[in-house]
């Protein structure tokens, strides 16, 4: 999100830059870049998640394994400990594999609007569906933090700008197209899992942005609903 101008009128907005997961870090041990020996309180589903041996036991190459994980991803402090944050990645990554093709099974979003960008905060992901018809995706996003929520509801794509660059936060937020005061979608160069979420915009990777702005054009409408974890 960002102020957006258009012929000299400014609309207020925030940028929509840093996203999925909002979920408390707990206690983990106070060590800096190595790793820590120390077995985390998800240590068995962490090892699991990750193809390792289900022992619950801390080893050097479970730590590094998971160090890994969350470098990858951006989550804080990358020491290997195996705590809420990086499980809470590793639990919504497992729903969202759930979901198959089909996310729309519990019928939320409006098929009877013709082509939509639904927008499940639960899950953190989205899809454009034309009536009861998937035409894309679903694909995983990073919405708004604590305090700084993607709003819900029924909204219209009423302005895009392929290389918008918001002036609060002077950075680029390219193919944005906005549903919602400053919220919109747009591309970021970070992992869609990467705590703890953004300023409100629908962060995508700049693939899936792509796709959406060809499938997509001013009027059409775009369906928030659930609520993201930890919000």
Not at 54 to 74: L, P, W
Not at 210 to 226: A, E, H, I, R
Request: aromatic share 8%.
């Amino acid at each position: 999100m960002g102020d957006i101008r258009r012929r000299g009128a400014v609309a207020l907005g925030i940028t929509g830059l840093v996203a999925p997961l909002t979920l408390a870090l707990g206690t983990a041990p106070a060590q800096a870049a190595s790793c820590t020996t120390q077995a985390g309180p998800y240590q068995k589903q962490v090892e699991k998640f990750l193809g390792r041996p289900v022992d619950g036991k801390q080893s050097s190459a479970d730590c590094k394994a998971i160090q890994a994980f969350q470098n990858k991803h951006g989550i804080t402090p990358a020491v290997g400990y195996a705590g809420p944050v990086t499980w809470g990645v590793m639990d919504l990554m497992n729903k969202q594999k759930a979901v198959g093709n089909n996310p729309n099974k519990d019928g939320k979003c409006p098929v009877n609007k013709g082509r939509i960008a639904c927008v499940n905060l639960s899950l953190q992901l989205s899809w454009i569906q034309d009536g009861d018809k998937l035409v894309y995706g679903p694909v995983p996003v990073r919405t708004g933090r604590d305090k700084f929520e993607t709003r819900t509801g029924l909204k219209k794509i009423y302005w895009r700008d392929i290389d918008h660059v918001s002036s609060v936060y002077n950075v680029p937020m390219p193919y944005s197209q906005f549903f919602d005061g400053g919220q919109a979608f747009h591309s970021v160069n970070l992992s869609m899992w990467n705590p703890p979420g953004s300023h409100g915009c629908v962060n995508m990777t700049t693939k899936d942005a792509k796709k959406y702005w060809s499938l997509l054009k001013t009027g059409d409408d775009v369906f928030v609903y659930g609520r993201k974890p930890g919000t």
